[in-house]
């Protein structure tokens, strides 16, 4: 494994506070002294003032979480509704990342709804309590409603500056808020979370990627069209894509990553190990992304070059026959990149085989199937499938190296 110059990780133990044994004086004191207790704010935000809000630099939104999640205009149309109708509408969760600097937790869908509201970029429709309105912007709406829709307000809960005391802190309960919010209804994947919680440079990275026609290919994704390279609308067949939808795609990228530092990962599960992976990968020069960059590029190209579009796919026994497996698997994916990312100055050399290669991973398959067959994803089963994978192609590099 090349290791890149600067590329240190540093991944520390949680000191297990919750198995902490305390008296109960021990804990009355924890309570009284505000050990873990959230400050909060309440705010209200009247609804013509969201346009300013959205544009405002004080306020981060974050557009990647928005682009996956498009509401649709009927959608946006009801919520819109329920503010002509005056019915309770959940307050969006903002958290303080400098003084008086907000970045959405919770309601960014509500609040880009509002904004194109205000901003006549949909016309009402589906509304069924209101259907006289449908077909309406929100400029050629009757002057009583307008007036009615101007005067409500949006409430809003600030998790404020002042909650931790050190970054460190800081992130951990921020994490810990964000998880425990009811976003819409829906749960949440692991990466939406640390989309959410950690959106820095390597998350960044890791979402550009995911756009990579080579491994969108791969993994049955749509690639990427001319009008979302110049920023357009994304197409809804990506929308509806699941691994695109729930970031999943994201986080396979991260993987990638996360699993040059195997050594690392010591007594949590994977879920942890990814979370505390990227909030210190987010910390790495940015020398180590641009070699990240390409070396995640490089390897795809290489997975793709030798086993096509069924890069990842399993062959597996079913109804007493082997089979390939159509959709791409992790099990497959891990050992795959991580080792051919080990291996591209043979890259010309292991293209040349790439005919015999197909039909020796087959068996190579089979005479391991109970390595690649389960779910099992610990450290040790990972590493298990990157040594077994790596002597399958390490055969096809000898005449090189002699």
């Known amino acids: 494994m090349k290791w890149f110059e600067q590329e240190n990780i540093e991944i520390k133990q949680d000191e297990g506070t919750l198995e902490a044994k305390l008296d109960e004086e021990a804990i009355n004191n924890k309570y009284q002294q505000g050990d873990v207790r959230i400050v909060t704010e309440m705010g209200r935000f009247q609804l013509t003032t969201v346009t300013t809000l959205v544009e405002s630099e004080d306020y981060i939104l974050n557009p990647e979480f928005q682009r996956r999640h498009r509401w649709s205009n009927v959608k946006k149309s009801k919520l819109v509704e329920s503010?002509?109708?005056?019915?309770?509408?959940?307050?969006?969760?903002?958290?303080?990342?400098?003084?008086?600097?907000?970045?959405?937790?919770?309601?960014?869908?509500?609040?880009?709804?509002?904004?194109?509201?205000?901003?006549?970029?949909?016309?009402?429709?589906?509304?069924?309590?209101?259907?006289?309105?449908?077909?309406?912007?929100y400029s050629k709406l009757p002057k009583q409603v307008k007036k009615g829709i101007d005067r409500r307000h949006l409430s809003s809960m600030i998790l404020l500056k002042e909650t931790a005391k050190s970054q460190t802190e800081a992130e951990r309960l921020k994490?810990?808020?964000?998880?425990?919010?009811?976003?819409?209804?829906?749960?949440?994947?692991?990466?939406?979370?640390?989309?959410?919680?950690?959106?820095?440079?390597?998350?960044?990275?890791?979402?550009?990627?995911?756009?990579?026609?080579?491994?969108?290919?791969?993994?049955?994704?749509?690639?990427?069209?001319e009008e979302e390279a110049n920023g357009g609308q994304l197409p809804q067949e990506l929308v509806e894509n699941p691994l695109f939808r729930k970031m999943q795609d994201v986080e396979i990228v991260l993987r990638f990553f996360a699993f040059r530092h195997l050594d690392k990962w010591e007594r949590f599960s994977l879920k942890v190990f990814l979370n505390k992976f990227l909030h210190s990968g987010n910390m790495l020069d940015e020398s180590v992304l641009e070699n990240?960059?390409?070396?995640?590029l490089e390897t795809s190209k290489l997975a793709h070059d030798l086993l096509d579009e069924q890069a990842f796919c399993l062959f597996r026994i079913r109804e007493d026959k082997w089979k390939l497996y159509n959709r791409p698997t992790k099990v497959v994916y891990d050992p795959i990149m991580y080792v051919l990312s080990g291996m591209l100055e043979f890259?010309?050399?292991?293209?040349?085989?790439?005919?015999?290669?197909?039909?020796?991973?087959?068996?190579?398959?089979?005479?391991?199937?109970?390595?690649?067959?389960?779910?099992?994803?610990?450290?040790?089963?990972?590493?298990?499938?990157?040594?077994?994978?790596?002597?399958?192609?390490?055969k096809f590099t000898k005449v090189q190296e002699q």
């Open 83 to 137: 503010f002509i109708m005056n019915v309770p509408v959940p307050p969006i969760f903002l958290y303080e990342i400098d003084f008086s600097v907000y970045e959405v937790m919770d309601g960014l869908q509500r609040l880009t709804a509002l904004y194109e509201f205000f901003t006549d970029k949909f016309v009402l429709e589906g509304l069924e309590e209101w259907p006289e309105l449908n077909g309406l912007l």
């Open 175 to 225: 994490q810990l808020v964000f998880e425990r919010i009811n976003s819409g209804g829906e749960q949440l994947e692991d990466q939406e979370t640390r989309n959410a919680i950690h959106n820095g440079p390597l998350n960044k990275l890791c979402i550009s990627l995911a756009r990579n026609k080579d491994f969108c290919k791969m993994w049955g994704i749509p690639t990427k069209t």
């Open 292 to 296: 990240y960059e390409y070396l995640f």
């Open 347 to 394: 890259k010309e050399i292991l293209i040349a085989q790439k005919d015999v290669i197909k039909v020796q991973i087959e068996d190579f398959y089979k005479e391991n199937y109970s390595s690649f067959s389960g779910r099992n994803t610990g450290k040790n089963d990972v590493s298990n499938r990157i040594e077994l994978m790596e002597k399958f192609f390490r």
